[in-house]
Structure formats: structure tokens, C-alpha cells
């Protein structure tokens, strides 16, 4: 069976009623149909070229995208929002230091700001080195240098950690860097490196992970513009002396730990005697009496002779 439709006479007859579909739709929207009974009319034609040319010609079409340029009053946006970050980092740290904000505060700040920028954790913490050393003022001479610089990480040290992070030996990395990318605290590297140490920042064990693979690194070369090449044979000349010297102590405390086990088995009554010993001193004042007593006695071998 065949049926055949009509145009309506005026497609816009009343404002309630809906529009009139085509009969290109109608015929199309048949399952299975393929249209090859369709007879197009000119008209119909003329309206599907006219719809396409004013959807390609419409500034928000994304055909002509090619061809054509953006709007100046859309913002370029960029993907790489790293170098953001780390002024906000800088921004939130100076806000810190200058506020004197507690640790957990500003390591909260931090945080959330990480998870804005959605940022590794180390990026993080490559800000908070940078920033503990940048607080350091370079003086004369080391005693006094050291002097700073326990002030500077004793206080903004455990921010490290308060942040959740936990790669002490990326720590030395992040420090041994930006000692090397800001030469003027290069001489100065092997005093932080002590400083983390003695704020339990990092311990014995990570500097001497570090140091091998450090080592590791001079084995195999660096290129020349590695920023860590021109200070890596200084760098660890400076931790190698404070290795030794941290062994060094751990060694002495060994000894005296043994010594005091040998002693404490050998003269258990000498130890005794030395712990009792010490309460004697408020008691000094007893040969008093010893004296009195004396007297007494010469007074009464006087007495007696009188008598006698």
C-alpha cells in the first residue's frame, strides 16, 4: 500500500499547536526503510541548505574551527598550571612565616591547596625545603651560622612531615638541588643536612641511603647541564663529615654503654655504695655533737680533780 502526504498550507497556523514534521522524518524514522521510494522536492532541499549555512556560519559552530579564531573576549586557558602552584605555595608559606602560624595550620593550607592544583606530593615538599633554606641568613662565623640555621629548621622542619610526607632521602635530594641551583647556600648545605638530622627530619640511615645513591650517580656520570654536576664532589664531601661524625658518637655511646654493663657485673657493691653516698652531704653537720661530747668529758675530769 502507498500513501501520500500533503504540505500543510501555512506551518505556523496557531502559536499551540506543534509543528509539522516532515515528511522526510516521517518516511526516514520507519524501521527498515531505506527510502528509496522518497521523492525530495526543491523546496525541501532548499531548507536543509539554508539550515546548514547558517549552522556553519554561527561563531559557536566547532566545523569551522580551522578556519576560524576565537573570540578576544574568551580567556586562553592554560594546562600547565605548575608554575601557579608554586607561587601559591610560595604565597602560602610567606603568609606562615610572616603570621607566625603553627605547623598544623599551615600544613593544612598546604594540603588544600595541593589537592586544588592536584599536584604530587613532592612538589610540595620541594617548596617547603626551598623555603626553610631561603629563610636562612648566610653570617659569619660557623658557629653562629649554625646557630641560624637550627632556628630556621627547628622551626619550620616538621612541616615537612606534617604534610604527609615521608621520603627522607628525597629530602636530601630536594636540599642538595637547591643548594646547588642557589650557590650561595652550597657552603652552608652540610650544616641543614645536620640540622634535619638533629630535628629527627632525616636520620642516620636515610643520609647514608642518600649517599649511595649519590655515589652511584658520580659512578655513572652526570651530563654537564645537570644543575647537580657542578657541586656533586662538594656535596658530598660535606655529608661524608657529618657521616663520620655521626658514626663516630653512635661508637662512643656503644663503648660507654659496654663499659657501664662490664662495671655494673664487676662492682655491684662499689655501685651500691656510690648511689648511698650521695645523701651523706645534708647529714655533714652530725660531728657537732662529737665535739660536745668532748667538752663534757674534760669538764667532768675537772670537776673530779677539784673534788679530789
Not at 522536492?41 to 539550515?51: R, V, Y
Not at 642557589?182 to 649517599?211: E, M, P, T
Amino acid at each position: 500500500a502507498k500513501a501520500y502526504l500533503w504540505r500543510a498550507e501555512d506551518e505556523q497556523d496557531s502559536e499551540g499547536e506543534e509543528d509539522v514534521e516532515s515528511r522526510i522524518n516521517i518516511k526516514l524514522g520507519r524501521l527498515g526503510d531505506r527510502g528509496s521510494d522518497l521523492e525530495v522536492e526543491e523546496s525541501d532541499l532548499s531548507d536543509i541548505e539554508s539550515t546548514e549555512s547558517s549552522i556553519i556560519g554561527s561563531p559557536h559552530s566547532g566545523t569551522s574551527a580551522t578556519s576560524a579564531t576565537l573570540p578576544d573576549s574568551i580567556p586562553v586557558i592554560s594546562l600547565d598550571s605548575s608554575s601557579d602552584f608554586a607561587s601559591e605555595c610560595r604565597q602560602s608559606l610567606e603568609r606562615a612565616f610572616e603570621e607566625n602560624h603553627t605547623i598544623d595550620n599551615a600544613a593544612i593550607e598546604l594540603k588544600t591547596l595541593r589537592m586544588a592544583s592536584n599536584v604530587p606530593l613532592k612538589r610540595v615538599a620541594e617548596s617547603i625545603v626551598g623555603f626553610i633554606v631561603g629563610k636562612v641568613d648566610i653570617v659569619e662565623p660557623a658557629a653562629a651560622q649554625r646557630a641560624k640555621v637550627a632556628v630556621v629548621v627547628g622551626r619550620w622542619g616538621p612541616l615537612l612531615t606534617s604534610i604527609g610526607w615521608d621520603d627522607a632521602p628525597e629530602t636530601i635530594f630536594l636540599l642538595q638541588r637547591y643548594c646547588a641551583a642557589h650557590s650561595r647556600y652550597q657552603k652552608i648545605f652540610g650544616q641543614i643536612l645536620a640540622a634535619f638530622y638533629n630535628d629527627d627530619v632525616v636520620d642516620y640511615d636515610d643520609i647514608k641511603a642518600w649517599y649511595a645513591k649519590v655515589l652511584a650517580m658520580k659512578k655513572q656520570g652526570l651530563s654537564e647541564g645537570d644543575v647537580l654536576a657542578a657541586t656533586l664532589e662538594d656535596s658530598m664531601q660535606q655529608a661524608l663529615r657529618l657521616i663520620q661524625h655521626i658514626h663516630s658518637l653512635e661508637e662512643d655511646d656503644e663503648e660507654e654503654e659496654d663499659s657501664g654493663e662490664e662495671e655494673g657485673e664487676d662492682t655491684d657493691t662499689e655501685t651500691s655504695k656510690a648511689r648511698v653516698a650521695k645523701p651523706t652531704a645534708s647529714p655533714a653537720k652530725t660531728p657537732a655533737p662529737k665535739e660536745e661530747s668532748d667538752e663534757d668529758e674534760e669538764e667532768d675530769e675537772d670537776e673530779e680533780e677539784e673534788d679530789s
